[in-house]
Structures are given as structure tokens and as C-alpha cells.
């Protein structure tokens, strides 16, 4: 038999969750990778006699898959505490989109993005969805940072920083589609904002060219109670039912909030085997209701977890958020058992990816999966002991203890240091911004 051939780096954690199989902990295991993808988990022992290039000991450290930010607006790290306290409509309709009107340029979004990526790769990310304007400054961002997620075109029926009208945000975004096709890690997706901003017939364009591109949909949709109050008094349709009927819905459809389900939402859900991004903070801060996650999951819905944008939340940490959920779980369903550490830990990876239509490649550690791995630091005192490391990660662990980092095997994080950024620069640049924005009367 020919030697194994040699591995790039192996990797000795103290555990190892490979999220699938599910509920699994694997102790004193290694992961050995070559090319860019996972090539090797087994016993410690066993990888101890592969060849590597380079044999990185993480004692006390936990190795999961890289999380999945499955929904947020990444440039609006630059409005982060902009506008705090506000229902929904006030503070999109009185601050949110007036500040979008003066200042969001490929500049504001390119800084953002940045931001939004440092931000994100520290606290464990290693994907994300991103529904934004300027997808393409977005785009080459995630490019050249060597992160991995999917950019939404963004859709809505008024005009739009970078676009003056749909047709030419659809055109942008055919080309965005021709340009990435076969980029190894940045996807795309149509971004219909919500129900209430974009309407039937533009809907339409967008059913037509994702069938056409095979790309999938990412919406906010029963984002509250009163957009559904609304619709319901306009059109007595549930948007949620207008989307069905509009042929919308399938499983690459990613239905972002959904804090409003009865039973007939939930029944569409299924038959149309959408995913559902919970974004709980979100929720909770803009007091937009609660998404039934656990109902959605015995349905078989799949739900993943998304931060949604700083400014609403206020930060793009998903650690964080997937605690949030799994605790909310539990009073909402009024059940102690609901979204236990593992099944939180699933939705912030597994799930993510097969939201995004990623499953394939990402969301596990499984042998011929991309490398795409977190190694959190699970050896200081608010960890001990340690009697369950998925357990001592959901809750009592915060994104400080994210330790190491790798997209497609490429390290991104390294001893809690960003490889790609120079941090107090990336810092003064969100400064500057911030107090050009703050000395304005637009704010
Ligand atoms: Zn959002």
C-alpha cells in the first residue's frame, strides 16, 4: 500500500465535535489537512503517524466547524449604536434609511464590509450571508479576505445606493452571477428585502431569473406581527401565503425572522422545504416577536441562525446569538428541554450551511469537507471544569475565547490575531466614519 500522502497540518485538540454525526464528542482527537479540505480525523494516535507539514497542539482547545452567520447587513457595522431603542418602522423609516441615503457608498461599504469580517472571523464565523448594497464591492471584500459567504443582490421596489431602479440592480447582479460562478467561496442569492418593500411584479423578475440561475432567495419575511397585521387588512393574504402563491418558496428559499408562524405558515414551510433564519437579538431589541424555533424543528423545518445587522442588534456575534436562542427556545416552547447545547451548536454551523445551500461543503467536520474549522480555547477559569465541552461552549463561553481559525485551511485567526487585517487600522477607518456621521444632520 502507498504511504498516506503527506498532510498540510494536523491539528491536536483536547476535543473534537464534528457536529455530524450529531450529538458526538470525540477526546483526544486529531484533524489532518491537505489542499484546502478536511483529509483526515481519527485518534490521536493514528494521526500522529501521518506525515504533516506543520503539527499544531491545542490542549485545553475545542475544534468544531466554522459557524454560519445564516442573515446581517455587513457594511452597517459602520451604524452600529446609530439608532437604539426604536420599534421596527420608526427606526428604519427615521434613521436607518436617511442615514442609508447620505452616506452608504462602495467607500461606506467597503470599510464596513471589512469591519464586518474582522469582527466576525475573531468571534468564530467562517461564513456568512451578507444582504446589502454595492454586492460586488461585498463580493470582493469576502474575496480578498479569504472568508467564505454568500452575497444577496439586494431588491426593493424604490431606488437603492448603487442602483437606480430593480432592472438595474438586476442587471448588476446577472453580471455578479456570470463574474463569480465559479468562485470557490463566495456564492450568490437574490435579496428581496421583505414582503412590504418589493411587489408582485418585481417578485415575479426575481421567481424568474433564480429558477433561471439556480440561485437561492434570501427574504425577512413576518419579521413582526404588525407586517402581517397589514397585509392581512390590504390584501387579507398572509405575505407568507403571497410568496406561496407567487411561487417564491422552495428549498433554496430562506425565510429570514418568521416570529409570526400559525399553523398554516408552518404547513408551507414544509411542504416548500424552506430554511428559517432566527435572528433572536434582533428580535428581542427591536421587540419584533418571537420565532417558534422549536415548533419549526419537530416540523422538520430546518433553522439556522443569523445576527442580522449591527445596527439592530448591536454586534455580529453569533456565539452569543445561538446562546440567546437556545435559552429563548426554552421559554417560548415553556420547555427546559427545547434546542439542547448540541442542537444549538447545529443550527450555528450545519444548518447554516444547508440554508445557504453549502451543506455539501461546509457545516461538519467530515473528511472531504472544506477545512473550514474553529479551535476555541476552552481552558480558562469560567470554563472549569469541563464536563461537557459542546455545554461549557453554548453557555458559558463567550467569542474571546476563540482561539484559531481556518477558511478552506487557510489559517484567518492565529492565537486570537486576525492574519488579514491590521486591526488598529481597520479601527481608525470605522473612527473616521463614525465621526463624519455623528457631526452630521442626516444621522
Ligand atoms: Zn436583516
Known amino acids: 500500500m502507498p504511504p498516506a500522502p503527506t498532510l498540510d497540518l494536523l491539528l491536536l485538540p483536547s476535543w473534537l465535535v464534528p457536529v455530524e454525526p450529531a450529538g458526538v464528542v470525540f477526546k483526544d482527537y486529531a484533524l489532518g489537512i491537505r489542499d484546502g479540505l478536511?483529509?483526515?480525523?481519527?485518534?490521536?494516535?493514528?494521526?500522529?503517524?501521518?506525515?504533516?507539514?506543520?503539527?499544531?497542539?491545542?490542549?485545553?482547545?475545542?475544534?468544531?466547524?466554522?459557524?454560519?452567520?445564516?442573515?446581517?447587513?455587513?457594511?452597517?457595522?459602520?451604524?452600529?449604536?446609530?439608532?437604539?431603542?426604536?420599534?421596527?418602522?420608526?427606526?428604519?423609516?427615521?434613521?436607518?434609511?436617511?442615514?442609508?441615503?447620505?452616506?452608504?457608498?462602495e467607500a461606506f461599504v467597503r470599510d464596513g464590509m471589512d469591519l464586518a469580517i474582522a469582527e466576525q472571523l475573531k468571534g468564530g464565523i467562517t461564513c456568512f450571508a451578507d444582504m446589502y448594497f454595492f454586492p460586488k464591492i461585498a463580493a470582493e471584500r469576502v474575496h480578498e479576505s479569504g472568508m467564505r459567504a454568500q452575497i444577496s443582490v439586494p431588491i426593493l421596489d424604490f431606488p437603492v445606493p448603487g442602483a437606480r431602479d430593480i432592472d438595474e440592480a438586476l442587471r448588476q447582479g446577472i453580471a455578479l452571477f456570470d463574474e463569480l460562478r465559479d468562485h470557490p467561496r463566495v456564492s450568490l442569492a437574490f435579496g428581496p428585502h421583505a414582503p412590504y418593500t418589493v411587489g408582485d411584479a418585481n417578485l415575479e423578475k426575481v421567481r424568474v431569473l433564480a429558477n433561471q440561475l439556480d440561485a437561492p432567495i434570501q427574504m425577512h419575511v413576518h419579521e413582526t406581527a404588525s407586517e402581517v397585521q397589514q397585509a392581512l387588512e390590504h390584501t387579507g393574504e398572509r405575505p407568507l401565503a403571497r410568496l406561496a402563491r407567487l411561487g417564491m418558496l422552495g428549498p433554496r428559499f430562506q425565510a429570514v425572522h418568521m416570529t409570526q408562524?400559525?399553523?398554516?405558515?408552518?404547513?408551507?414551510?414544509?411542504?416548500?422545504?424552506?430554511?428559517?433564519?432566527?435572528?433572536?437579538?434582533?428580535?428581542?431589541?427591536?421587540?419584533?416577536?418571537f420565532c417558534p424555533i422549536e415548533r419549526l424543528w419537530q416540523a422538520g423545518v430546518n433553522v439556522a441562525v443569523g445576527t442580522d445587522g449591527a445596527a439592530s442588534n448591536n454586534d455580529l456575534d453569533l456565539l452569543a446569538e445561538v446562546r440567546t436562542a437556545a435559552l429563548l427556545a426554552?421559554?417560548?416552547?415553556?420547555?427546559?428541554?427545547?434546542?439542547?447545547?448540541?442542537?444549538?451548536?447545529?443550527?450555528a454551523t450545519l444548518n447554516g450551511a444547508r440554508a445557504l445551500g453549502l451543506d455539501a461543503l461546509i457545516g461538519s467536520l467530515e473528511v472531504g469537507k472544506a477545512a473550514d474549522v474553529v479551535a476555541f480555547d476552552l481552558s480558562g477559569l469560567a470554563q472549569q471544569p469541563v464536563y461537557n465541552p459542546v455545554s461549557q461552549l453554548i453557555y458559558a463561553t463567550g467569542r474571546d475565547c476563540v482561539r484559531h481559525l481556518w477558511v478552506a485551511g487557510q489559517a484567518l485567526l492565529s492565537d486570537g490575531r486576525l492574519t488579514g487585517f491590521d486591526e488598529a487600522a481597520l479601527a481608525a477607518r470605522a473612527r473616521a466614519w463614525g465621526e463624519r456621521i455623528a457631526a452630521s444632520d442626516a444621522q
Not at 408551507?268 to 424552506?274: A, K, Q
Not at 420547555?335 to 447545529?346: F, G, I, Y
Open 261 to 289: 408562524v400559525n399553523d398554516d405558515d408552518l404547513a408551507l414551510l414544509v411542504e416548500n422545504n424552506c430554511s428559517v433564519v432566527h435572528c433572536p437579538e434582533s428580535n428581542l431589541k427591536l421587540a419584533s416577536g
Open 330 to 347: 426554552k421559554a417560548v416552547a415553556g420547555s427546559a428541554t427545547a434546542v439542547d447545547a448540541h442542537r444549538a451548536l447545529r443550527m
Open 38 to 105: 478536511i483529509e483526515f480525523i481519527g485518534p490521536r494516535a493514528d494521526g500522529m503517524a501521518r506525515s504533516a507539514v506543520e503539527v499544531l497542539e491545542l490542549p485545553g482547545c475545542l475544534l468544531t466547524p466554522g459557524m454560519v452567520n445564516a442573515h446581517g447587513h455587513g457594511a452597517m457595522a459602520l451604524f452600529r449604536g446609530l439608532a437604539d431603542d426604536l420599534p421596527l418602522m420608526t427606526w428604519l423609516q427615521d434613521h436607518i434609511w436617511p442615514a442609508e441615503g447620505r452616506w452608504v457608498d
